[in-house]
């Protein structure tokens, strides 16, 4: 099992930068994957990012690519989410997300990923 929490200030203007984090505990391996999804109201859930626990490995969907870093501590067992340029199209629920395995063709899709934390809202104003 992982427990994932997020945490992060979520109220900004419009080109403004936020840093999410997501705290992780439990049964986290070095070919794990962690990600960043996000939902908007009345949209599908959207891959944002992800990475290889124990590797160099990141993932970015094309809209966070540039704009969106993520990042891990291991020795703090975090994973950061760096937003720059942000726009009120971000709006959204933003999730942390794990895997037991960082699987690179399938990275992207939600059900690759069996724990999720609560949630965090993200709001952009325009």
């Known amino acids: 099992q992982v427990q994932l929490v997020e945490s992060g200030v979520g109220l900004l203007q419009n080109g403004g930068s936020l840093k999410l984090s997501c705290a992780v505990s439990g049964r986290i391996f070095t070919h794990s994957a962690v990600a960043w999804f996000r939902q908007a109201p009345g949209n599908e859930r959207e891959f944002v990012a992800a990475l290889k626990w124990g590797g160099e490995v990141t993932n970015y969907s094309g809209t966070a690519k540039g704009r969106f870093t993520i990042a891990r501590d291991n020795a703090q067992n975090m994973v950061f989410l760096q937003m720059n340029s942000l726009k009120p199209e971000d709006t959204a629920v933003y999730s942390c997300?794990?895997?037991?395995?960082?699987?690179?063709?399938?990275?992207?899709?939600?059900?690759?990923?069996?724990?999720w934390g609560q949630g965090i809202q993200v709001t952009v104003s325009s």
């Open positions: 997300a794990a895997s037991d395995w960082h699987d690179k063709y399938f990275y992207a899709q939600s059900g690759q990923y069996a724990y």
